[in-house]
């Protein structure tokens, strides 16, 4: 079941129907929802991804995950969006397959 690899997490503001990021930008907005688009390649029964996203000192500001089974490369899409506002500082988003950390993307909100 550990024949999936990540080759690439891109972080942006926007995506297209493929699911990929279309405007990567390590530096957002606090308007902007911000996606991250994962890239996998391998095959896998009901493998999950999850996305951990924080905040400067580490406090989670959101985390989701999705159950893939892959054949071949597949893109999985995270997003998250506040009403109010992302506050101003670095972030992290921390991609999870199986519970194992197997990639990180910073940016940072200005």
């Given at each position: 079941d550990a024949e999936v690899r990540l080759?690439?997490?891109?972080?942006?503001?926007?995506?297209?129907?493929?699911?990929?990021v279309t405007t990567a930008s390590a530096e957002l907005r606090p308007t902007d929802t911000i996606y991250a688009s994962v890239v996998t390649q391998g095959c896998a029964q009901n493998a999950q991804l999850t996305a951990r996203w924080t905040f400067q000192d580490g406090q989670v500001v959101d985390e989701t995950?999705?159950?893939?089974?892959?054949?071949?490369t597949a893109v999985t899409e995270f997003h998250i969006s506040n009403r109010s506002g992302?506050?101003?500082?670095?972030?992290?988003?921390?991609?999870?397959?199986?519970?194992a950390q197997a990639?990180?993307?910073?940016f940072s909100v200005r």
């Open positions: 080759p690439d997490v891109t972080v942006g503001i926007a995506i297209g129907p493929d699911k990929r995950s999705q159950t893939i089974s892959p054949t071949g992302w506050p101003t500082g670095d972030y992290e988003v921390a991609i999870l397959l199986n519970g990639d990180t993307r910073s």
